[in-house]
T-cell receptor
Framework: DVKVTQSSRYLVKRTGEKVFLECVQDMDHENMFWYRQDPGLGLRLIYFSYDVKMKEKGDIPEGYSVSREKKERFSLILESASTNQTSMYLC?????????????FGPGTRLTVL | AQSVSQHNHHVILSEAASLELGCNYSYGGTVNLFWYVQYPGQHLQLLLKYFSGDPLVKGIKGFEAEFIKSKFSFNLRKPSVQWSDTAEYFCAVTVTDSWGKLQFGAGTQVVVTP
């Protein structure tokens, strides 16, 4: 089974802190994604990566950055956390280049910024 | 920009009732269509997808969806729901050559009462 793991299920941080969310997948997938999930808005893509050291902005990249130094690991960074970044963050991975390939999701990290 | 609309935000129904969730997308090119489901406390997982061939797609747990290109729709159906179908359901779209970036609808919370 494909497994996508995220470093924390729950995280509480203060405004202005630098926050790292880690995601690891164990199926040698090329593509990795970070979404945030908010009630009534569904999931929105923040960033994605289709290869090591490659990254592309999604729909809402402002206030976030990412890092992919190894194929299995994709990190989301909040440079200076703000209260409007309180949300559920989901990581996903998929294989290959076909846009119909299934994405496999992690359990999510619920981040609260005080 | 492409968008995905789900017609209902909340649906409450009794066991054995039939379920139909509406999904429309706005994009004129070739699309791939997905329904993902999030059961309480579980990861988001794929229910079914369409990318070519028969527009009537069957997925897991007795769900099916029909792609109607002329209506830009991909509605999800299940003839007889069970209490275990209580979940949040998300319609999503990717377009060709997009690295599989998913555009999600806002989600529909389905509650099945015994």
């Amino acid at each position: 089974d494909v497994k996508v793991t995220q470093s924390s299920r729950y995280l509480v941080k203060r405004t202005g802190e630098k926050v790292f969310l880690e995601c690891v997948q164990d199926m040698d997938h090329e593509n990795m994604f970070w979404y945030r999930q908010d009630p009534g808005l569904g999931l929105r893509l923040i960033y994605f990566s289709y290869d090591v050291k490659m990254k592309e902005k999604g729909d809402i990249p402002e206030g976030y950055s990412v890092s992919r130094e190894k194929k299995e690991r994709f990190s989301l960074i909040l440079e200076s956390a703000s209260t409007n970044q309180t949300s559920m963050y989901l990581c996903a991975s998929s294989s290959g280049v076909h846009s119909y390939n299934e994405q496999f999701f992690g359990p999510g990290t619920r981040l609260t910024v005080l | 920009a492409q968008s995905v609309s789900q017609h209902n935000h909340h649906v409450i129904l009794s066991e054995a009732a039939s379920l139909e969730l509406g999904c429309n997308y706005s994009y004129g090119g070739t699309v791939n269509l997905f329904w993902y489901v999030q059961y309480p406390g579980q990861h988001l997982q794929l229910l079914l997808k369409y990318f070519s061939g028969d527009p009537l797609v069957k997925g897991i747990k007795g769900f099916e969806a029909e792609f109607i290109k002329s209506k830009f729709s991909f509605n999800l159906r299940k003839p007889s729901v069970q209490w275990s179908d209580t979940a949040e359901y998300f319609c999503a779209v990717t377009v060709t050559d997009s690295w599989g970036k998913l555009q999600f609808g806002a989600g529909t919370q389905v509650v099945v009462t015994p």
